[in-house]
């Protein structure tokens, strides 16, 4: 079983910018293709971005394509998601998880590791 752990969230303003990590107790990152997601009070965990295991493929939703960055480093264990221009809309709670899918990474139902999650406010 592979532990997620994110770091990184805390209440900012709109506009500013903020770095999400996320750390993995594997060390065969590489074989999982990693996603983030977030869930808002009251809506449905939507997906946010993914990254293939060797980072060479990026995918980002339509809400936060241009803004926000997703990367990872497998020596480390670590992916990360740099998020620029941030808009009040984009408060909720960012999970990371692994999927073994290397297509359709937009899609919750086939990540099978989570982390706790960590709390983004944006004020307007």
């Known amino acids: 079983q592979v532990q997620m752990v994110e770091s990184g969230g805390g209440l900012v303003q709109a506009g500013d910018s903020l770095r999400l990590s996320c750390a993995a107790s594997t060390r065969t990152l590489r074989t999982y293709s990693m996603g983030w997601f977030r869930q808002a009070p009251g809506e449905e965990r939507e997906f946010v971005a993914a990254i293939s295991g060797s980072g060479d493929n990026t995918y980002y939703s339509d809400s936060v394509k241009g803004r926000f960055t997703i990367s990872r480093d497998n020596a480390k264990n670590m992916v990360y998601l740099q998020m620029s221009s941030l808009k009040p809309e984009d408060t909720a709670i960012y999970y990371c998880?692994?999927?073994?899918?290397?297509?359709?990474?937009?899609?919750?139902?086939?990540?099978?590791?989570w982390g706790q999650g960590t709390q983004v406010t944006v004020s307007s």
């Open positions: 998880a692994t999927t073994y899918r290397t297509t359709g990474l937009h899609l919750r139902e086939d990540y099978h590791y």
